[in-house]
């Protein structure tokens, strides 16, 4: 697993809170910076380590261009909250706007990126524009197979997932916040109707307002409390190199493969579109659900039956509260990656690039993405359970999104003035007749 900066907690559980955040990947943390700065009381449980799982695991670019429309005024609140980050949390979390290119090879590929561009760029007013061939290698130059053009979004940036989201952790307990790892919750109680505590391992915290930002834990939690979560995951293969000395520093994606460029001198590598699904029990249950996205493009997804099946099996979909939960018998869940994605990604860039021909492969993870039917996130109450709200179900995009979803998700649970529409991240739409899709994001 990626090496991750360590965060000091606290170590006395307290016995009241006005709010109790779940999960310290980053849309839980940047939920709890943002409702400790507005004056609550804020606990903060993570079952292993801060940002251990995918938030420490993605390829940390903060993009704008290539999303579903409907999380784009997200993540333009969410890329002026990074722009002032390092202020914010005292500490250099790797932020810049380094700009991002999505290269196209031919004429189809071309084709498709403007259908985005004119459908949702333009719309939105994104710095997002197309560019020739001529531009596209200028911007990023030395390629063996000149491009044919590009989607490039200039003020696109990228960022340090593994030291970013703990010291924002870091930055909520300076601000009065209390943070407790190896932590975990194993449900909420309730008291006429609403919750009244959240039980750990550790013991019972008196509260009324929970948000679970669980990731891919998120839909057996939920199930323990009888609330119906329609989330799978996605298991994607990232490696990091050892520092290199390349001349490229805009992040892309293109020929099979992305790089980024990375503060310690290295770059982070994946193949730019191929994930796995491994089936488990929840594949079957929910297969009615995932078919539109499976029908949308099945080109980019291996599905792979194997032991995660039998390790999903074998984990409780209900316990007590008195009992060991599934979150104290996996306390980080570290899958192991897809080695033949990487060799073949590494290789094609190799081919394009031949700068990086010398490069040495430092390390190589896996990291669970936490997939919703229409790939976009919840960030919401949950009528159900009055006092619980959700914000989960990422789909591969939350390191970007996460501190504006952090920032909407403590608006909701205080009821202020939003900062964007929040219907579309609502929990109801799976179940309101809205039938929601996915849509031909890049």
């Known amino acids: 697993m990626p ?3 360590r965060v000091v907690t606290d170590s006395r559980l307290p016995k009241t809170a006005d709010v109790c955040v779940i999960g310290g990947g980053v849309a839980g943390v940047s939920t709890a910076l943002e409702l400790v700065e507005r004056g609550l009381d804020v606990v903060l449980l993570e079952k292993g380590e801060i940002a251990a799982e995918q938030s420490s695991r993605n390829w940390g670019w903060c993009r704008q261009m290539g999303r579903d429309p409907r999380e784009i005024p997200l993540i333009q609140i969410s890329m002026a909250i990074w722009d002032g980050m390092d202020q914010r949390v005292e500490g250099q979390t790797g932020f810049t706007r380094c700009g991002i290119l999505y290269l196209c090879e031919d004429e189809k590929q071309l084709a498709a990126k403007n259908d985005w561009y004119e459908k ?6 994104l710095a997002t524009r197309m560019i020739g061939a001529a531009e596209a290698n200028e911007l990023q130059p030395g390629c063996t197979k000149p491009w044919k053009g590009a989607l490039y979004t200039p003020n696109d940036g990228r960022a340090e997932p593994f030291v970013a989201v703990p010291l924002m952790a870091e930055a909520f307990r300076r601000k009065g916040g209390k943070l407790f790892t190896n932590c975990a919750v194993r449900g909420l109680e309730t008291k006429a109707g609403r919750i009244s505590s959240v039980v750990t391992e550790k013991g019972a915290i008196a509260c009324d307002t929970v948000v679970l930002a669980g990731g891919a834990w998120s839909r057996r939690f939920c199930h323990n409390l009888g609330i119906e979560l329609p ?3 996605v298991l994607n293969s990232v490696m ?6 390349t001349g490229l520093t805009r992040t892309c994606s293109g020929g099979g493969f992305t790089f980024r460029k990375r503060m310690d001198g290295g770059y982070t590598v994946t193949d730019n579109h191929f994930s796995v699904a491994d089936i488990v029990p929840d594949s079957f249950r929910l297969f009615r659900e995932f078919l539109p996205a499976l029908m949308l493009d099945w ?9 995660r099946f039998i390790e999903e099996a074998k984990l409780k979909r209900r316990w007590a509260l008195d009992e060991v939960s599934p979150f104290e018998q996996v306390r980080i869940l570290d899958p192991e990656p897809v080695n033949e994605v990487l060799d073949k990604a590494a290789a094609a860039l190799k081919e394009y690039y031949p700068v990086f021909k010398p490069m040495k492969i430092a390390e190589r993870w896996g990291g669970a993405i936490d997939a919703v039917p229409d790939a976009v996130p919840i960030i919401s109450k949950v009528e159900k359970l009055p006092g619980f709200h959700l914000c989960t179900g990422f789909s591969g995009h939350g390191f970007g999104l996460g501190p504006g979803a952090g920032r909407l998700m403590a608006e909701i649970v205080t009821g202020a003035k939003t900062c964007v529409d929040p219907s579309p991240f609502r929990y109801t739409r799976f179940f309101d007749g809205t039938n929601p899709r996915p849509t031909t994001g890049l």
């Open 3 to 5: 090496a991750i900066k």
């Open 120 to 125: 949702n760029a333009r719309p939105a007013g």
């Open 231 to 233: 989330q799978l995951t």
């Open 240 to 245: 990091r190199t050892e520092p290199i000395d």
């Open 299 to 307: 080109s980019g997804l291996r599905l792979r039956l194997g032991k």
